[in-house]
């Protein structure tokens, strides 16, 4: 079966950085468009960025010019580049692989502390 483990994730102060890491099994990760996203208290799952199969990638506005995703499909693994992180980047960080099906990790806590 599919399964999607991330890590990475903890606690940084403002502006610091914190690198995620997707591990994909179980699929054929190289045709799958390959997304991160998160989730606040009380607040709805949001898209945070997507890398397509083809290697295009779109950003939310509030991770763009600070965090950059990545994919390696010889390590069937994506990354999430976070930099100058602020509070309101603190949630849940869920990965997801999605080609005509969708699948979800179980997520990762990132804390930004100001």
């Known amino acids: 079966q599919v399964q999607l483990v991330e890590s990475g994730g903890g606690l940084v102060q403002y502006g610091g950085s914190l690198r995620l890491s997707c591990a994909a099994s179980?699929?054929?990760?190289?045709?799958?468009?390959m997304g991160w996203y998160r989730q606040a208290p009380g607040k709805q799952r949001e898209l945070v960025a997507v890398?397509?199969?083809?290697?295009?990638?779109i950003y939310a506005n509030s991770a763009k010019g600070r965090f950059t995703i990545s994919r390696d499909n010889a390590e069937n693994t994506v990354f999430l580049q976070m930099n100058s992180l602020k509070p309101e980047d603190t949630a849940v960080y869920y990965c997801?692989?999605?080609?005509?099906?969708?699948?979800w990790g179980q997520g990762t806590q990132v804390t930004v502390s100001s």
């Open positions: 890398i397509t199969a083809s290697g295009n990638t």
């Open positions: 997801n692989a999605d080609h005509a099906t969708s699948h």
């Open positions: 179980g699929l054929i990760f190289s045709i799958y468009a």
